[in-house]
Nanobody, 120 residues
Framework: VQLQASGGGLVQAGGSLRLSCAASGGTFSRYAMGWFRQAPGKEREFVAGISWSGGSKYYGDFVKGRFTISRDNAKNTMYLQMNSLKAEDTALYYC??????????????WGQGTLVTVSS
């Protein structure tokens, strides 16, 4: 499956963005999916994960209720609604197929990320 993230941009602290991850070339509804991010000079970190049906979701500790992951299998698309953004959320955001039990991404599924910049 090929993945393409979009929806990033420049936003002021406290603002919101919705990221999208469009899938093609595979059976999207079969896969658990996740969002990851990597800030300059930092390691990649897990943001959120969602089961193949959308019925189960989990988040990185830093999210603290600010982000919501969702998916629309009919549209082969996953979303990340980000509210109350902080400067420290500035990063390149990626989507990937994940092992839902471990949260580990399938390295072969990385697509181009989308840049989120939060100004303080």
């Amino acid at each position: 499956v090929q993945l393409q993230a979009s929806g990033g941009g420049l936003v002021q602290a406290g603002g919101s963005l919705r990221l999208s991850c469009a899938a093609s070339g595979g059976t999207f509804s079969r896969y658990a999916m996740g969002w990851f991010r990597q800030a300059p000079g930092k390691e990649r970190e897990f943001v959120a994960g969602i089961s193949w049906s959308g019925g189960s979701k989990y988040y990185g500790d830093f999210v603290k209720g600010r982000f919501t992951i969702s998916r629309d299998n009919a549209k082969n698309t996953m979303y990340l609604q980000m509210n109350s953004l902080k400067a420290e959320d500035t990063a390149l955001y990626y989507c990937a197929v994940v092992d839902f039990a471990t949260g580990e991404p399938d390295s072969g599924s990385w697509g181009q990320g989308t840049l989120v910049t939060v100004s303080s």
